[in-house]
């Protein structure tokens, strides 16, 4: 029985969608590990979908797990298949796209359910990191939460190291690939949210999304986080907010396989 964290006191629990399909291109991560898929990479001995799946195990605010997208090839491993079933996580096909994705498994989960979204590479992710996000997104008056590290936290646990950035007014931030679904509304917002998220690696991309007047004061680093998360609102329908971690290993997932350096060295450390 792993190790259990949090003070998680909600009496409905969320369910946890871990999205683990592969590029259409060919993944980087898989490619140079010579795997069939990225969640199959090894990360200090264990393959990180398994990493992701004993984090969420081990966490006090989920009851159910349902695995998008995995390659069937990757059931061939031996220990993520082990782990899988030792989860009791569902698996379900992916769609075309990550919103295609989601779409497709909030299906299988009951409307009122509160439903966690993160990826199959976060191979740092922790039950603590789990606990403590939802006991806070939990709390907040929001639909849609979005989980968010400031910039110092990361270079904290590792310096120098090369991290997409949103600088706004109030402070520079990374994602931290979680996301929750507090109601209805929020599920709705997925499709907005999947749109804005292909533009991940390109702040200004989405600062232009948002409108040209959160542009100007992207560009000039007079938007705020409060001011972002209302753009959002308006534009989904739904109430966004954000929550802030101090975990700089939560904004840190494996994209590249200069990530998986970093990745062993933090787990070392």
Do not use: W
């Amino acid at each position: 029985m792993p190790q259990r964290y949090g003070k998680f006191m909600s009496e409905q629990k969320f369910a946890a969608l871990v999205l683990a399909g592969s590029r259409t291109e060919g993944d980087p991560v898989a490619r140079h590990a010579g795997m069939v898929s990225k969640a199959v990479v090894p990360v200090g001995g264990t393959p990180m979908l398994a990493r992701v799946l004993i984090a969420i195990d081990g966490s006090l605010s989920i009851d159910r797990v349902t695995v998008v997208g995995l390659a069937e090839a990757a059931l061939r491993d031996e220990i993520l298949f082990k782990h899988i079933e030792r989860s009791g996580a569902r698996l379900e096909a992916g769609g075309d796209s990550p919103a295609a994705s989601v779409e497709r498994a909030l299906t299988t989960i009951e409307p009122g359910k509160p439903v966690l979204i993160t990826t199959a590479d976060h191979a740092l992710l922790s039950p603590r990191i789990v606990d403590d996000f939802l006991d806070a997104a939990d709390t907040a008056d929001t639909d849609v939460v979005i989980g968010l590290v400031p910039y110092e936290k990361v270079l904290s646990v590792c310096p120098g190291t090369r991290r997409t950035v949103t600088r706004l007014r109030d402070g520079a931030f990374c994602g931290c690939n979680l996301f929750a679904l507090r109601t209805p509304r929020g599920r709705r917002a997925v499709d907005f949210f999947t749109r804005l998220e292909q533009h991940r690696k390109h702040p200004a991309r989405i600062a232009r999304t948002l409108g040209v007047v959160t542009l100007l004061r992207f560009l000039f680093r007079r938007l705020t986080l409060a001011q972002a998360m209302a753009r959002l609102s308006s534009l989904t329908g739904a109430r966004v907010g954000a929550v802030l971690l101090p975990y700089g290993e939560a904004a840190i997932d494996v994209d590249k396989p200069d990530d998986l350096i970093v990745a062993e060295a933090l787990l070392q450390r």
